[in-house]
């Protein structure tokens, strides 16, 4: 057997350094400078269609008319469009029915999808293992759309709010995000609770809700920017246009082209009506504000919330 000599140090073998640079080190100021200048053109890129689309929305007529389509700058800041849309227009009513459903559908989500994902990570529960089976499958064999179709035309669900909400109600892959999170939980905590007394619904409601408040943010932000993108069931079971939700009028009147006529806008008596491009410019950020505002406080949930329900379990 061979032993070191402690006068004869061992060397470590040098790690290579990569880079995409030739003769460059990835700490060099040089290559610094390489990775701000490809961060800062990325960013140019990604905020100068947003930029464009809120500059036409508050460009004048004029100023729109002159550059033949979208303004990067407007001269003077005009909100007309945004008065002409929120004035009690389709858009006033899309926004109201998109509201209305994103809350109440996002809401009876969290509640169905926890409830299920806690009787699933729940070991010896009634029926575990053929429900999980059900919602794994359901991953993998979607419904079609004349089936799905059929189903709603015989609930009776033709032009109801209900027809936007129960289809997308539970989704499988969230249920799964909160059961490998709710596995994860401490078990000697339920455990003592069950001792103590405690039914299944105060555990979930005192313990595991407020140890969980991290994956339940998320979940809620999933479903409620699906509920809010949505335009597909509105396109096939809405037929009345009153009840269009935001993203179907934005569908109709932005990626289709449709022209915008002043009964669809209210403007004040004897007034023009704004430009096209400025009512659709105006309708794409009245579109993204909601989930803009709410991201944020939602963000800093973001990673723990995953990255611990996908890892766990």
């Given at each position: 057997m061979t032993t070191l000599n402690p006068s004869h140090p061992v060397r470590s073998r040098p790690r290579r350094s990569y880079s995409a640079i030739p003769g460059e080190s990835p700490g060099s100021p040089p290559w610094r400078v390489a990775?701000?200048?490809?961060?800062?053109?990325?960013?140019?890129?990604?905020?100068?269609?947003?930029?464009?689309?809120?500059?036409?929305?508050?460009?004048?007529a004029d100023q729109v008319n002159k550059a033949g389509g979208y303004v990067m700058w407007p001269h003077h800041i005009t909100?007309?469009?945004?008065?002409?849309?929120?004035?009690?227009?389709?858009?006033?009513?899309?926004?109201?029915?998109?509201?209305?459903?994103?809350?109440?559908?996002?809401?009876?989500?969290?509640?169905?999808?926890?409830?299920?994902a806690y009787g699933l990570s729940r070991p010896g529960s009634f029926?575990?293992?053929?429900?999980?089976?059900?919602?794994?499958?359901t991953m993998l064999f979607a419904p079609g759309v004349i089936p799905s179709y059929l189903m709603i035309k015989e609930l009776h669900l033709i032009n109801s709010y209900w027809s936007l909400i129960l289809p997308s109600l539970i989704n499988a892959f969230n249920v799964i995000v909160l059961r490998s999170f709710f596995m994860g939980l401490p078990r000697e905590l339920i455990d003592a609770a069950r001792i103590d007394g405690?039914?299944?619904?105060?555990?979930?409601?005192?313990?595991?809700?407020?140890?969980?408040?991290?994956?339940v943010a998320v979940v809620g932000l999933f479903y409620a920017v699906t509920y809010w993108n949505a335009f597909f069931n509105a396109m096939l079971y809405i037929n009345d246009a009153s009840k269009w939700?935001?993203?179907?009028?934005?569908?109709?009147?932005?990626?289709n082209n449709a022209a915008i006529?002043?009964?669809?806008?209210?403007?004040?008596?004897?007034?023009p009506l704004p430009?096209?491009?400025t009512l659709q410019a105006a309708i794409l950020v009245l579109s993204i504000v909601p989930i803009v505002i709410v991201y944020p406080f939602l963000q800093r949930h973001m990673n723990k919330g995953v990255m611990v329900g996908a890892v766990k379990g």
């Open positions: 990775k701000s200048l490809i961060l800062l053109v990325c960013t140019i890129l990604v905020l100068l269609p947003f930029l464009a689309i809120i500059s036409t929305s508050l460009a004048g909100f007309t469009a945004y008065h002409a849309l929120l004035s009690g227009g389709m858009v006033s009513k899309a926004m109201l029915v998109s509201v209305g459903v994103t809350v109440v559908g996002t809401a009876l989500s969290l509640i169905c999808s926890i409830m299920l029926g575990h293992k053929p429900v999980l089976m059900m919602l794994l499958m405690a039914s299944e619904l105060s555990i979930l409601r005192r313990i595991v809700l407020p140890l969980s408040k991290a994956s939700p935001l993203q179907l009028v934005l569908r109709t009147y932005v990626v006529s002043g009964g669809q806008v209210n403007t004040a008596a004897g007034a430009p096209t491009q």
